[in-house]
């Protein structure tokens, strides 16, 4: 079931993204091919694993644009092979993942029929958090300029 978000982007100016993101998440819900596992390895590593059985790492392709991580996958039919059961799937696969601002894909692999991608956050040293030293003397060049009784 998918929902219009339209009557609500009329109303909410300045949330665009919000519903484009909605959208993105509930057209993503529907999707089931190829299948992903997703791992958080610690507070700033990420690891995607997706299900890539009879494909080759020169048929996948990898591409990020604007934070959004895309997985293609074409199959390459080289030779006619005449099959009894065929129940691995040969079809062509295209799977997107939006990530998070500041997290940037580190690498890729085949590991055991799993496309693995390492994602790591790295957030700039400007937007960390951090302490303030809190002084217990008042500042002596404080003045009263003037006061009211009222």
């Known amino acids: 079931m998918r929902h219009d978000w339209t009557p609500l982007g ?4 300045g949330f665009d993204r919000l519903f484009d993101v909605l959208d993105e998440v509930q057209r993503t819900a529907e999707e089931s091919y190829p299948p992903y596992n997703i791992e958080r390895l610690d507070e ?12 080759t790492p020169d048929e996948v392709s990898l591409t990020v644009e604007q934070n959004v991580l895309t997985l293609e996958g074409r199959k390459s039919e080289k ?5 009894l059961h065929r129940g ?6 295209k799977r997107q993942f939006t990530l998070a601002e500041h997290v ?13 991608i390492d994602l ?5 040293e400007a937007m960390k958090p951090r302490r303030i030293a809190i002084s217990d003397v008042a500042p002596s060049n404080v003045t009263q300029v003037e006061s009211r009784v009222a």
């Open 88 to 93: 691995i799937s040969a079809r062509n696969v």
């Open 104 to 116: 940037e894909v580190k690498g890729a692999r085949f590991e055991n029929g799993l496309l693995v």
């Open 44 to 55: 700033n590593r990420f690891q995607i694993s997706v299900a890539l059985a009879g494909f």
């Open 79 to 83: 030779e006619e092979k005449i099959y």
């Open 10 to 13: 009329r109303s909410a100016i």
């Open 120 to 124: 790591q956050r790295e957030i700039p």
